[in-house]
């Protein structure tokens, strides 16, 4: 008797269901990354003017952190519900909906990183004619990108997985596959749907970890090369002679 498919079976693990679901998976995953990457580049294009805003004037730093606090604690459900009004039932509702989500993150990061700049840098720039805006894009922000990047990461990897909620109204990429298996509960979809995901949120936070090492070289640390045996002894020697 031939063994079953395992599909049939409903089996975790099937090759037999990544092969003949590789275009479904494969427009899946390309729909989350693009809402994924909109929506963190939206979201940085957006809490960076509000950041400078805190910063610059610090009656608003209140009002802008506790708000980008508040829309984060908004459930998913009940912000997509309030943006429906707005964009109907589109990508663009997602999106804004997961751009809200990343300010708390970016904003308070940003600020983190503009503040932490050390005062020396700014008197120096000062001392050389610097006015504010070129101080901000030549001194203050390269010193802060380590704080802003850590930021850009978390963000990245929390969108990665709020995309799925998109799956409500239909545009949630690999959260998508998943809402379709669970009725039925098709191991193989949610399993393979879920491990693509933890992926994209691994390879997006290792390629913004090597960006982060590309664009501030200064923070490696290289370690001293330890001296060799024979170079200690005779350091050790002549101390002793010398005493």
Same mark, same amino acid.
């Given at each position: 008797m031939?063994?079953?498919?395992c599909?049939a079976?409903?089996?975790?693990?099937?090759?037999?269901?990544?092969?003949?679901?590789?275009?479904?998976?494969?427009?899946?995953?390309?729909?989350?990354i693009?809402i994924?990457?909109?929506?963190?580049?939206?979201?940085?294009?957006?809490?960076?003017?509000?950041?400078?805003?805190?910063?610059?004037?610090?009656?608003?730093?209140?009002?802008?952190?506790?708000?980008?606090t508040?829309?984060?604690?908004?459930p998913?459900?009940?912000?997509?519900?309030?943006?429906?009004?707005?964009?109907?039932?589109s990508?663009?509702?997602?999106?804004?909906?997961l751009?809200?989500?990343?300010?708390?993150?970016?904003v308070?990061?940003?600020?983190?990183?503009?503040?932490a700049?050390p005062?020396?840098a700014?008197?120096?720039?000062?001392?050389?004619?610097?006015?504010s805006?070129?101080?901000l894009w030549?001194?203050?922000?390269?010193?802060s990108?380590?704080a802003l990047? !850590?930021? #850009?990461?978390? %963000?990245? &990897?929390?969108t /990665?997985? =709020?995309?799925?909620v998109?799956?409500?109204?239909g545009? *949630?990429?690999?959260?998508n596959?998943?809402?379709d298996?669970?009725?039925?509960?098709?191991? !193989?979809? #949610?399993?393979? %749907?879920? &491990?693509?995901? /933890?992926l =994209?949120?691994?390879v997006?936070?290792?390629?913004l970890l *090597?960006?982060?090492?590309?664009?501030?070289?200064?923070?490696?640390v290289?370690?001293?090369?330890?001296e060799?045996?024979?170079a200690?002894i005779?350091?050790?020697?002549?101390a002793v002679?010398?005493?």
């Amino acid at each position: 008797m031939s063994e079953q498919s395992c599909l049939a079976t409903n089996d975790w693990i099937c090759g037999e269901y990544l092969r003949s679901r590789s275009q479904e998976l494969t427009d899946a995953t390309v729909q989350h990354i693009w809402i994924t990457v909109a929506s963190v580049l939206i979201g940085l294009a957006v809490a960076f003017p509000l950041a400078l805003l805190a910063r610059r004037h610090k009656r608003f730093a209140g009002p802008v952190l506790g708000l980008t606090t508040v829309l984060y604690t908004v459930p998913s459900l009940a912000m997509f519900s309030l943006l429906l009004p707005l964009f109907g039932l589109s990508a663009a509702l997602v999106v804004t909906g997961l751009v809200l989500y990343s300010l708390t993150i970016l904003v308070r990061n940003i600020l983190a990183g503009l503040e932490a700049v050390p005062e020396e840098a700014r008197e120096a720039a000062r001392g050389m004619g610097y006015g504010s805006w070129r101080m901000l894009w030549e001194v203050e922000l390269p010193l802060s990108l380590p704080a802003l990047m !850590a930021g #850009v990461r978390i %963000a990245t &990897v929390s969108t /990665v997985a =709020l995309t799925t909620v998109g799956s409500i109204v239909g545009r *949630g990429g690999l959260g998508n596959l998943i809402e379709d298996a669970l009725p039925t509960f098709f191991k !193989a979809q #949610v399993l393979a %749907a879920s &491990v693509l995901c /933890v992926l =994209l949120a691994l390879v997006a936070d290792l390629l913004l970890l *090597g960006l982060q090492r590309l664009l501030t070289p200064w923070t490696r640390v290289t370690r001293a090369r330890p001296e060799p045996r024979t170079a200690r002894i005779r350091k050790t020697s002549a101390a002793v002679e010398a005493g």
